[in-house]
């Protein structure tokens, strides 16, 4: 059975979205050519929420798209089921080149799915810089990528799990920590 802990609930994670939406603000000086860019399926949510934050702020709209990353993978061949993968599709109806792309995602791990979704970001076009803003880092990494704008930072063991819930998915915004006794 496994033990469930809270660490963020949906009034943390509001805050931690807020601080982000700041931290990308200052970062870029505006948001003029940033796009911000989900990954599917609940860093496309996260993006939207950062999205409207940032509009709140500036007063004018930031660009998003989203990304779903499945061809892109390095494990693609233990992802699908039958002979052909399923197609990924990439929602970003604007120019990448000369752009600041900010990947949003809910949790970053190994750094496996942010490699594949740098992949498709470059297939795209060359941006001026890609940045990338996670909800929760909790360490592990297998590839040399670090987050720019991190809601918490949790370390965790490799036999813990994270599970980050959205109301847009899950009916409620929770960060919980799941070990297995």
Not at 134 to 155: C, F, S
């Amino acid at each position: 059975m496994a033990e469930v802990t809270e660490l963020l609930d949906a009034q943390a994670m509001n805050r931690a979205l807020t601080r982000i939406a700041h931290e990308i603000i200052e970062r870029n000086k505006g948001i003029d050519k940033v796009i911000l860019v989900g990954i599917r399926t609940r860093g496309t949510y996260l993006a939207r929420r950062l999205a409207e934050k940032i509009e709140k702020i500036e007063g004018k709209k930031v660009r998003t798209g989203e990304l779903d990353i499945t061809l892109y993978r390095d494990d693609l061949s233990t992802k699908f089921v039958g002979d052909e993968p399923k197609v990924q599709q990439v929602d970003i109806d604007y120019v990448v080149n000369d752009q600041k792309i900010v990947l949003v995602d809910d949790v970053l791990y190994t750094g496996r799915t942010v490699r594949a979704a740098l992949d498709a970001v470059m297939d795209l076009g060359r941006p001026a810089q890609i940045q990338l803003a996670v909800l929760i880092d909790r360490g592990h990494r297998e590839l040399p990528i670090r987050a720019d704008y991190v809601g918490k930072n949790i370390p965790t063991s490799s036999s813990e799990r994270i599970v980050v819930q959205v109301t847009e998915v899950d009916g409620k915004d929770q960060v919980t920590l799941h070990k297995t006794n």
